[in-house]
């Protein structure tokens, strides 16, 4: 008897063992789970966040605008694991500025010398380059009262029926390469993210111009705030924070150097969409690389082709990972300005000098108000905000050709203009947002996935447009949990993919560019119900 009494407590202490210390036997547990994800973003002022390494803001005289570069003043372009050490000793050379990504494979520096052969041969430069200068692309008009009716660039593009179907994410995000924005104007309340001022080296890209208030434009017609009872709407309905303004132009001109740090701030800022409403008349090899980089890291961009009425190529819209956007006018005529030739994508309404394009605004004496301009500029935000709407619904990447998913959807859905098919004046044509939206396409959402302690994904849901997410049926104890756009469609977590792990969050900035599954906080469940996490999980690029 009491030898089965001593059988029977060893065999207790071994299944309570084994469960303390191995979780071979689990209590039964039937539990629901609920949070929300967001978009990290660092603070600007940190200098981990990206390697700036001097401030420099260029002085551009109407002879340097004339002649399309600055006197004297030249980008070096620098081969990976070299920087401005390798210059710093050549004679009658000064250093104005400097910039690296953030992984390290794009860096230059802007020199300031008479005598620029004396670089040529230098271990490390891999170009020498003229600092180009690059320009906004509209045409400004008085401010007006606001009225949605008059916004008769959506109904073009068929967005009355394309808000039925998508309204933005707050997953998102997207950049605005521009004059900044004004941040406190009441129609695009509660839609920015922390931006910067390239010119002025500081965190505040408010958009100062007094006349064009360009930036603010371009930001509404992207996403101004829609259905509010006020003003205007925008593309992506303005519900979310969604929008990285970044300031490089003051007085409407600015240099290649100064584009190419600002795209590259972009990218290693969680950028996904770049709209650059700018055009240039020669190509860059600085900016050309940070093009690359940004391709390189499946964010998508899309650029202005320019108001010049001419085939000849604009920058950075005729490089071959940009997408390229004319303008046509209130009669889906080719706008008489609107840039055209090999390297047109697309076209979206811009406007013309009678009918422009009514958006948020700014002037001296009425304030933070609403304007109508013209021009490609005015074009370009309607298919940064189309973009910005599919990739909410979850298109992105390339597919298996190599073709970018959202470029595919946006060319096989556009209405044909001109000759048939591709022609040089409207590319493939108007974009429309209803069929667009309608496209069957492999989908790539962000997903939170439920990961046993040794990695295996247990379930996954799709997070949804406003960050929340909800999981049921959960019976493990033990769990870590994940979020991940698997941008390229491998199956691997890679290069310009986003990431994030709960508890992987915003403390240490070297650790929160490399989440990691081991660093990510395992959690216990052993009470039937709903839980609800009390901390967001952040999710990051992968650079």
Known sequence: MRLRKVFALLIALFVVLCFSLTGCIKPEVYYSLSGRVVPYFPETSDGSSFQRTTA???????????????????????????????????????????????????????????????????????????????????????????????????????????????????????????????????????????????????????????????????????????????????????????????????????????????IIFAVDHGAKIINMSLAGPRNSSVVAAAVQYASENEVLMIAASGNYNSSHPYYPASYEEVISVGAVDNEMQRASYSNYGDSLDLVAPGGSNSVQILSTGYSENAGNT???????????????????????????????????????????????????????????????????????????PLLIQILSTSGQVLKEAEVERDGSFCLTGLTENYIKIRIWRDFNGNKEIDKGDLIGYFGNGAINPAQTWNPSFNDAQTLSFFENGHHDLDNVIYFFPII
Request: aromatic share 10%; with cysteine.
């Open 370 to 444: 609403y304007s109508y301009m013209a021009g490609t500029s005015m074009a370009a935000p309607h298919v940064t905000g189309l973009a910005a709407l599919l990739m909410a619904q979850g298109y992105a990447g390339r597919d298996s050709s190599g073709e970018e998913i959202i470029r595919k959807i946006l060319r096989k859905t556009a209405l044909d203009l001109g000759d048939w098919g591709w022609d040089q004046y409207y590319g493939y044509g108007l974009i429309q947002a209803f069929y667009a939206l309608n496209f069957n396409e492999e989908r790539r």
């Open 56 to 262: 420099y803001s260029p002085r551009f005289s109407s002879e340097d605008i004339e002649q399309g570069f600055l006197s004297n003043q030249f980008v070096i372009l620098f081969d990976r694991g070299f920087d401005s050490a390798i210059i710093s000793g050549v004679s009658g050379v000064e250093i104005l500025d400097e910039f690296y990504s953030r992984d390290g494979s794009l860096g230059y520096a802007v020199v300031k010398t008479n005598d620029p052969s004396s670089l040529s041969g230098i271990e490390g430069v891999k170009s020498i380059e003229p600092e180009r200068i690059f320009t906004l692309q509209s045409e400004e008009s008085v401010p007006n009262d606001p009225r949605y009716p008059e916004q008769w660039n959506y109904p073009m593009i068929e967005m009355h029926k394309a808000w039925t179907i998508a309204k933005g994410s707050s997953t998102v995000v997207v950049a605005v390469i521009d004059s900044g924005a004004r941040l406190d104007h009441p129609d695009l309340k509660g839609i920015f993210l922390p931006g910067y001022d390239l010119i002025n080296d500081d965190d505040d890209p408010t958009d100062y111009d007094p006349v064009k208030s360009h930036g603010t434009h371009v930001t509404g017609t992207i996403a101004a705030r829609t259905n509010n009872s006020l003003g205007v709407s925008g593309m992506t309905w303005g519900e979310y924070c969604t929008i990285m303004p970044i300031k490089i132009f003051e007085e409407g001109t600015t240099t290649d150097e100064i584009l190419a740090k600002s």
